[in-house]
């Protein structure tokens, strides 16, 4: 007979590794990301060091070195970019990038969605909430979602378009047309959702303040709002 603390013992053995395994499932997953931005040129210098200093290059081509000094790459030149769209100088040349990329027609469509994306999260809507709850996959179920833009549809009803992140993986979703009443807003901050959503939900508040009625942010002067119609060169 199987001893009664063989299960107790199971449930919080894979209590305590379910939390460590989502956050190396994360971790492995930005880390992948940022060194897969650098790693092409990182392995281009280590081959060019190792035709120079054969030493020096087997030591430096170990693959999980490359995949480190890629990620610091990354990260230095993400600081560097940062720093330089803070200046004038290097607004400029960011705004002269953007011009040139609005002549390429579906490579700007693919970069004015995703921006607009990044400045609707990034903004603080006023008189609303971005996070909401929507009913979805089913009328019974509830999905953490963000509303991205407000529009009408043909007969002047007003409906949202919904950012539906899945988990631990926020990068995949889906996106979901919903009638505003049908929107149930939260007092969650961008923040507080994302935590929710790359813990499963063991990172939230043990209760869930919400609103019944949901209003449709006003837009952010400081950032182009993603409910203007699109200009001449998005047509």
């Not at 006003?218 to 709002?225: A, N, Q």
């Amino acid at each position: 007979m199987r001893p009664p603390h063989v299960k107790r013992y199971l449930i919080t053995g894979l209590l305590t590794v379910v939390p460590l395994w989502l956050t190396l499932l994360v971790f492995s997953f930005v880390f992948g990301l940022l060194s897969a931005f650098s790693a092409p040129l990182v392995g281009s210098l280590v081959a060019l060091l190792g035709s120079t200093w054969p030493a020096t290059g087997h030591l430096l081509g170990q693959p999980w070195l490359i995949s480190l000094l890629a990620v610091v790459i990354t990260l230095v030149s993400l600081y560097l970019l940062g720093f330089a769209a803070n200046r004038v100088f290097g607004r400029r040349l960011i705004d002269a990038m953007e011009r040139l990329i609005e002549r390429i027609p579906i490579v700007q469509t693919i970069y004015g969605g995703t921006k607009k994306l990044m400045s609707v999260l990034q903004s603080k809507p006023s008189g609303a909430q971005r996070v909401v709850l929507i009913d979805f996959p089913s009328p019974a179920l509830k999905s953490v979602g963000f509303v991205t833009r407000v529009f009408h549809d043909g007969g002047g009803r007003e409906l949202a378009a919904v950012y539906v992140p899945t988990t631990p993986n926020p990068t995949g979703g889906y996106l979901e047309i919903v009638p505003v009443e049908h929107l149930t807003a939260t007092d969650w901050t961008v923040d507080q959702a994302m935590a929710f959503i790359l813990s499963a939900g063991a990172v939230a508040p043990d209760e869930l303040p919400f609103t019944t009625h949901w209003q449709a942010p006003r837009p952010d002067p400081r950032v182009e709002s993603p409910l203007e119609p699109p200009g001449p060169a998005a047509q």
